[in-house]
């Protein structure tokens, strides 16, 4: 998901970074190829060929569905595979990174840790090499800030104890009122640090995993992951949007965001629902108090 909103809105977000993510587009509209092709790549599922993702996402762009590829050049792209990751095998991150220097765009590809599929953190979690929930492993690996490092730049020290605020907000006015339609919690959650709150501050967009949603695993993986830390003393709102398992009108047992289409045909671009919503709330942060 980080990488499709990165691809859809590329005038305005100037790096991303995906944890066992694939390239643009992968799964072309289709549950079959997301969970074959796109995850565990075969001799009868192959990934897709990345040249031809290239040209759809060109597509798109010249009918204007996302902003022009030639901001992709400049973007700071960081990318982590675990070698235990057997639901993400590494040959689809690595397309990831081969579809990023299509566009010349230098992505650092982390591959050396013995991670499951989670998010790597220095201490919380289960043991690296593990693949169960909450999806948060300890691999003595900062993964958030590697990251952060990477797409900003030179970082303070982190906060031993974040003292900024982790808060909810209505997600119901970012989604036509109906969050769960789009299979989108009615609440999600930002870390703001109290020099952000009378002061203007970079944003950084956190989309958690599979199974991962507030709604799921309670705050475990919004204290967890590592963010909050580095955000509280390098002057970062860290946002946390959310989703929700659904099974009607959409089928989104899992509560993944959409990478697949869930939610119709245009989920990718910037017309899709997820992503119209959280772009209303990049805005609404950006917005001058009133």
């Known amino acids: 998901m980080a990488v499709q909103f990165h691809v859809a809105h590329s005038r305005i ?35 897709p060929d990345i040249v031809l993702l290239k040209t759809a996402t060109d597509f798109l762009a010249r009918s204007d569905r996302i902003d022009g590829t030639d ?30 220097a299509l566009y010349k765009a230098s992505a650092r590809l982390v591959d050396d840790k013995p991670a499951g599929h989670a998010m790597v953190t220095e201490k919380a979690g289960n043991d690296c090499p593990l693949t169960e929930p909450p999806y948060i492993n ?38 036509n009122g109906d969050p769960e339609a789009i299979s989108m919690a009615k609440e999600g959650l930002v870390f703001v640090p109290k020099s952000c709150q009378a002061a203007a501050c970079r944003i950084h967009v956190v989309f958690h995993g599979c199974k991962q949603s507030a709604a799921t695993i309670g705050e475990r993986f919004v204290r967890e992951a590592g963010y909050n830390r580095w955000a509280d003393t390098n002057r970062l709102i860290v946002l946390y949007p959310q989703t929700v398992e659904r099974y009607f009108p959409v089928f989104n047992p899992r509560g993944c965001w959409d990478w697949w289409g869930y939610t119709g045909p245009l989920y990718h671009t910037r017309e899709g629902p997820q992503i119209r919503a959280v772009k209303a709330m990049l805005a609404r942060l950006g917005a001058p108090r009133s």
Not at 13 to 40: E, H, L, R
């Open 13 to 47: 977000v100037d790096g991303v970074a995906a944890i066992a993510g694939g390239p643009y587009y992968c799964a072309q509209g289709s549950v079959w190829t997301a969970y074959y092709n796109c995850m565990a790549p075969g001799l009868w599922t192959p990934l």
């Open 71 to 100: 901001h992709l050049a400049a973007a700071r792209v960081w990318l982590f595979s675990g070698r235990n990751d057997q639901t993400v095998k590494p040959e689809v991150v690595k397309a990831l990174s081969g579809y990023y």
């Open 138 to 175: 300890h691999c003595d690996y900062d993964a958030a800030g590697e990251l952060l490092k990477h797409l900003l730049g030179p970082l303070s020290a982190s906060a031993t104890s974040p003292g900024g605020a982790l808060m909810p907000f209505d997600q119901r006015p970012y989604a």
